[in-house]
C-alpha cells in the first residue's frame, strides 16, 4: 500500500465533501423550499445515527428488550429531556442509568 | 438569554464545554482505532497522519478494516468518499448562517466538521441571540473534538493491546444519550415529529446497507417527510422559529 498516496485520497474526498458546500451554499441564494428542508436535517440526521445504535446494538439484531441498556437508557434519557428540557441532566440520568443497568444485569 | 453579548472568548470556550459530553463518547473509539490501525499493515506514521490529516472517525475505521482486508487505494478512498457524504448535508444545513465569514474561517472549519460539532455548533446557530461570535463557538467545538481525537489515537498506538476493551466502559452510550437529549428538545411540531419517526425506522431497517449509507437514505427520507408534513399542515411561525428549547446554560 502507498501510504502518502492512500491518506492524501483520503483527505482530498473527505475535505472535499465538507468544504465545498459549506463555501458555496452560503454564497448562493437558497430557494424557500429547500432552506425549510435544510431546518430538517438536524433531526433527521441524528436520529438516523441514534436509532440503530440504540434499538440494535449488535450485528444489526434488533433487540426489543429489558437487556438491551442501551434501549433502556436511551428510553429514560428520552422521557428525563422531553419533561425537563435540560440536557445536561439527561445525559447525566442517561449515563447513570446505563451504567447501572449494565452492572445489574450485564452487559451483552 | 444573554444580557450582553458573549465575547469570543466566551463562545469559544462555551463551545468546547457543550462538546464534553461527546468527546467522551469519542475517547474509546479514538483510542480503539489507534490499536487496531497499528495492528494493520499500516505504519504508525500513517496511522497518525490519517487522525491528523484526515480526521474522520468512522472513514478512519473503514478504511482500516479495508487496508486489513487488503483491498486496492482506490476502493478505500471511494469508500470513504462514500462513508462522509452526510457531511455534505451538514455543511449545507451550516452554510446559510456562515455565508459571511472569510475562507480563513470557512477552510479550517470545513475541515474540522464532524457529527459531533455539528450537532452542537447547529444548536448555537439556531439560538435567538444575535452574538457575532457564533463562529468561535464552532472553532471551539472542534479545536477540542481535534485535539481529543489525536491524544486518543495516540494512546491507542502506544498503549495498543495492553488497554483491555475500552468500548467496555461504556462511555460509547456519551454520544447516544447526548443526541437523544437534543432530538427530543428539537422536537416541537408535527413536522419534525413524523421526521424523526420516519429517519428513525428507515435507519434501522436501512442498517444493513454498506459505508453509512443507510444513514443518509434515512436523513433524506426523514427531511422528505418533514417537509411533506409541514406543507399539508403548515405550522405558524415555523419560519422563525428556533428549534433549540435547549438553552446555552444547560449546554
Known sequence: ?108 | MHPTTPTRREEFWAGARATLPLIAGAIPFGIIFGAVAVTSSLSVPAVMSMSLFVFAGSAQFIAVGLVAGGLSLGVIVLTTFFVNLRHALYAASLAPYMKDLPQRWLLPLGFWLTDESYAVVILRYNQPDASPYKHWFFLGSAIAMYTNWQICTLIGIIAGRQIADPQSWGLDFAMIVTFIGIVVSLIQNKAVLVSVIVSGATAVFANHLPNKLGLMLAALLGILAGVAVESIWPQPGAETETPGAVTGETL
Open chain 1, 1 to 108: 500500500m502507498n501510504e502518502p498516496l492512500l491518506i492524501l485520497g483520503m483527505v482530498l474526498v473527505t475535505f472535499g465533501v465538507r468544504y465545498p458546500v459549506l463555501a458555496v451554499v452560503g454564497k448562493i441564494k437558497l430557494p424557500e423550499p429547500v432552506f425549510r428542508a435544510l431546518r430538517f436535517v438536524p433531526p433527521a440526521v441524528l436520529t438516523a445515527i441514534i436509532a440503530p445504535a440504540v434499538l440494535m446494538p449488535e450485528d444489526n439484531q434488533l433487540l426489543l428488550s429489558p437487556a438491551n441498556a442501551y434501549l433502556v437508557a436511551g428510553v429514560v434519557a428520552g422521557l428525563v429531556s422531553w419533561r425537563s428540557r435540560s440536557l445536561l441532566l439527561t445525559i447525566v440520568v442517561g449515563m447513570v442509568v446505563f451504567l447501572g443497568w449494565r452492572a445489574v444485569f450485564g452487559a451483552m
